[in-house]
């Protein structure tokens, strides 16, 4: 099952300490989705890695919060001007707090794969359909962002041109679904390696006869 407990860490916003969940212990018996999506049996444990200061808005992951962030003085002022007030009216929802995580990273000039993987986060979190649809789409801007311009691995950009795949079909777009899917297949067949040859396997099925579980 998953375990969680709270620690307390500093805001490197506002410099106010809160505390923070941190995961202990988790599983992955719940299988995995076509969106790579890993669920547990019992509570998701991405319930439990975020940190968001009810000061400020800041948040991130915890593990992150508590190693030490620096921030720019820019980014503070985002933060202050455009997130504080959201928390001080409400507590987020772990689908919101991605969402913020997502803003900040963007505030901090991050790379277009850590902001895609916020937004893929939010989606999984995120009870409201639309809002899930949107997510979505903003994880695939993202990620087709990481694809054109960042230097990645063969298994980030088998990966990632297999999600945008994926992410288009979840959202209604089959075209360019398909289009994503075939582009995953065809890299994965420049290489001679096992997971790629898994990944093509995944990328046919979910463009020929998709399945929400792999």
Known sequence: M???????????????SFPAPILMSTNTFGGQSTDFHSRAVGADPLWFVLGTCPTCGYTDYTNAIERGVRLREATKAKILDELAPQVQQHKPDVATQFVMAAQIAIWEHQEASVIGNHFLRAAWCSR?????????RLACRYF??????ERLTDKAWLNYSYLV???????GEPQMA???????????ESLDDPYADQLAALARDQRDHPREKI
């Open 144 to 149: 087709e962002q990481a694809l054109a311009e």
């Open 128 to 136: 409201d359909q639309a809002q899930e649809i949107e997510y979505r």
């Open 2 to 16: 998953t375990s969680a407990t709270e620690i307390t860490v500093r805001c490197p916003c506002c410099e106010a």
């Open 178 to 188: 398909r289009r994503w899917f075939d582009k995953a297949i065809a890299y994965a």
């Open 165 to 171: 795949g994926e992410l288009y079909r979840r959202v």
